[in-house]
T-cell receptor, first 115, second 110 residues
Framework: DAGVTQSPTHLIKTRGQQVTLRCSPK?????VSWYQQALGQGPQFIFQ???????QRGNFPDRFSGHQFPNYSSELNVNALLLGDSALYLC??????????????FGEGSRLTVL | KQEVTQIPAALSVPEGENLVLNCSFT??????LQWFRQDPGKGLTSLLL?????REQTSGRLNASLDKSSGRSTLYIAASQPGDSATYLC?????????FGAGTRLTVKP
């Protein structure tokens, strides 16, 4: 049983460029959440997708957008990259319980460096 | 504002010692609390999940407790080993908004 997989593992971009990160959830999971983790800090919630719709969003600008596909996989897009967007981007999958999201399982992350 | 705090930020202990990591949260209306382990540059590995109706969970040498009324959770690690060296994060789920602490960086010396 594959866990949560993310791609790419590392990437380098320059300011102003756009980036797309991808995530495949753990088998049986229908909810995908994205987090940004700066060095030495805890992960910060970006948004959560369920049934191909953004269910909840954290305090991130509209430059951050996402998508969920019918097979539950998800993409995170960041436009007009800033130096401060350099971070580890983590994807977490879970099962929606009908009231709240269940236990989170994380991928290994995508390390984005913006020069 | 819903916040999660972890103390201490870093901890160094000799091998074999029992230790406690602390996590506090500002809002008692949590749905669950989850403890994670993170190795440098890696993703998060789930250790224990405590539902709001539970008081504690155990897995091997790990025991996590939850006291909603006081806004606290503790992670107890028994007989620590060098392989336990990592950053430990707690996360509280508030109405589908999961908030993380900054973590405790644990070093277990042989």
């Amino acid at each position: 049983d594959a866990g949560v997989t993310q791609s790419p593992t590392h990437l380098i971009k320059t300011r102003g460029q756009q980036v797309t990160l991808r995530c495949s959830p753990k088998s049986g999971h229908d909810t995908v959440s994205w987090y940004q983790q700066a060095l030495g800090q805890g992960p910060q919630f970006i948004f959560q997708y369920y049934e191909e719709e953004e269910r909840q969003r954290g305090n991130f600008p509209d430059r951050f957008s996402g998508h969920q596909f019918p097979n539950y996989s998800s993409e995170l897009n960041v436009n007009a990259l800033l130096l401060g967007d350099s971070a580890l981007y983590l994807c977490a999958s879970s099962s929606w319980t009908g009231e709240v999201t269940g236990e989170l399982f994380f991928g290994e992350g995508s390390r984005l460096t913006v020069l | 504002k819903q916040e999660v705090t972890q103390i201490p930020a870093a901890l160094s202990v000799p091998e074999g010692e029992n230790l406690v990591l602390n996590c506090s949260f500002t809002d008692s209306a949590i749905y669950n609390l989850q403890w994670f382990r993170q190795d440098p540059g890696k993703g998060l590995t789930s250790l224990l999940l405590i539902q709001s109706s539970q008081r504690e969970q155990t897995s091997g040498r790990l025991n996590a407790s939850l006291d909603k009324s006081s806004g606290r959770s503790t992670l107890y690690i028994a007989a620590s080993q060098p392989g336990d060296s990592a950053t430990y994060l707690c996360a509280a789920l508030f109405n589908n908004d999961m908030r993380f602490g900054a973590g405790t960086r644990l070093t277990v010396k042989p």
